[in-house]
Each structure stands twice: as C-alpha cells, then as structure tokens.
C-alpha cells in the first residue's frame, strides 16, 4: 500500500477546531465576543480575529465583496493538511482553496484549505503545524 492509500483510507473528520463568524464590523465582534461573552483573544491576521471559546477556536471575518453576510463554516482539525488534501482530492472532493498559509504564530503556522459539500456548504480543514 502506498503513503497515498495508506492516508486515503485514514482520512476521517472527527474534530472540529473552528468555526467562522462573518460580522460587518470586526473590532465591534472582537469586543463584544471578548468582551461580553468572555471569550479568550488569541490573535488577529489580517482582517480576522481569533479568540478561544472552550477547545472550539472561533474565527471572526468581515466578507468577502460577493459574499453575503452570515453563514457559518465548520473547520476540521487535521494532522497533515497536505496529506488530507490529497487524499480528499482523490476522493472526488471540489476545493475552492488549496492549503494555504493563514498566520505564522511563534511557535506555529496555522494553514487551511477549503472544499464544498454535496449541498453547496463551504468546508475548512485547517492544520497547525509546529515550528
């Protein structure tokens, strides 16, 4: 069997380390989920937030100029972001966004990449590899 198969056949979703919130103002939803609902701020990036809600990291996004407002993305934890990758692709899964570095923390880089469901719902993988 080789590495490809052997990661085919262990590729499975069962943790979920993020989740996305599209906001229209970012510094207003940084305040008010740091804030009022008490969560942990981690780091910005860009023009995201991330903050600590339990094991659940979550993500606040302003959208992008065709995206609508709203919606919600489940990101699935993974050990080797590349390996998942191909293993999906392989699988028949649609990528919108190959692997792709988020933010280079000091001790690691958080890296993503996005597919859609059968139903037209965005999926994230997303990896934090150690420096």
């Given amino acids: 069997m080789s590495h ?13 380390g993020q989740i996305a919130i599209t906001v229209d103002d970012l510094p207003r939803a940084k305040h008010f989920y740091q804030n ?12 995201l937030a991330f903050l600590q809600c339990g094991a659940i990291r979550i993500m606040l996004s302003t959208p992008e100029k ?3 407002r709203g919606g ?4 699935y934890k ?22 792709h570095l988020i933010a280079k923390m000091p001790d690691h880089e958080l890296w993503m990449a996005f597919l859609k469901d059968t139903e ?7 990896s934090e590899v150690r420096n």
């Fill in 4 to 16: 490809s198969d052997a990661t085919l056949s262990t590729v499975c979703f069962d943790t979920i």
């Fill in 78 to 99: 993974v050990d080797d972001i590349q390996a998942t990758y191909s293993a999906l692709k392989q699988r028949g899964a649609e990528f919108l966004q190959e692997p």
């Fill in 72 to 75: 919600t993305i489940l990101y």
């Fill in 120 to 126: 037209g719902n965005t999926v994230g993988i997303m």
């Fill in 36 to 47: 009022t609902l008490g969560m942990k701020f981690l780091f910005d990036a860009g023009l």
């Fill in 66 to 68: 065709s995206e609508p």
